[in-house]
């Protein structure tokens, strides 16, 4: 680490390079096998991110999820977890589960898209994430995934309002839906999933002079556009 002045060390996993005498499915074993990295990241002033896969147990509350023992996230000073957003096709949630450093970080979003990397006369295909944006969903939301959402009452009602307020006037500008929609308690998240839900679409207004777009209208009728 001295010689070529690093400052980040990635164990990945690091399950991987414990050795046969490390039970990682026991606490006081697994803070013991740490102790000795904890050390040296301290005497060297570097960061260590240490990656383990979750387990399947999705019943479980987020903080349990990481497999093997407990003491990993106990021993970390900052902890985060990536995971399928529960409600959108290819799309990823980077959350986090534990801060010792400051507050918690917004839940971010992200898709991994294909991208081709020039180097010299080499052209190689690789992969690359694309930042969405954030999302306020909860961790446990997450991390129960799409069949087990316990949200999907409050998703339903939702749906059903979006009918509704498409049936008193449709189309509908977007801004107005969302804003109507928000003041009636539902997160953003949820109004997008119960859109799907329902059946609405988004489709744009365009000026008939210009062909510029002055508004985004829902519509349970069909459409090419969406927003």
């Known amino acids: 680490m001295r010689a070529v002045n690093a400052e980040l060390l990635i164990i990945d996993p690091i399950t991987a390079y414990l050795d046969g005498r ?34 399947k147990n999705t019943t479980l509350k987020a903080e349990y999820r990481g497999g093997g023992s407990i ?8 902890v985060l977890i990536a995971e399928r957003h529960p409600g959108e096709e290819g799309v990823f949630c980077l959350a986090q589960a534990k801060s010792n450093l400051g507050a918690y970080a917004p839940t971010l979003t992200y898709k991994i898209e294909q991208r081709d990397v020039e180097h010299g006369d080499l052209e190689l295909e690789s992969a690359g994430i694309k930042w969405l944006g954030s999302t306020d969903m909860s961790l446990d939301q997450i991390m129960r995934g799409p069949d087990a959402r316990r949200d999907a009452p ?15 006037r449709d189309p509908r500008p977007s801004t107005e839906m969302k804003r109507l929609l928000s003041a009636a308690g539902y997160s953003a998240d949820t109004i997008k999933a119960a859109k799907k839900q329902a059946g609405a679409r988004s489709v744009r207004e365009r000026d008939p002079k210009t062909r510029e777009t002055k508004s985004w209208n829902w519509t349970l009728g069909g459409g090419a556009d969406e927003e």
């Open 22 to 55: 490390t039970d990682t499915h026991n606490d006081a074993s697994t803070r013991k096998a740490l102790m000795p990295l904890q050390m040296m990241a301290a005497g060297l002033g570097i960061s260590v991110l240490l990656v383990r896969h979750l387990n």
């Open 71 to 78: 003491a990993f996230s106990a021993a970390a000073r900052s």
């Open 154 to 168: 409050l998703r339903d009602e939702c749906a059903k309002e979006i009918v509704a307020l498409l049936g008193e």
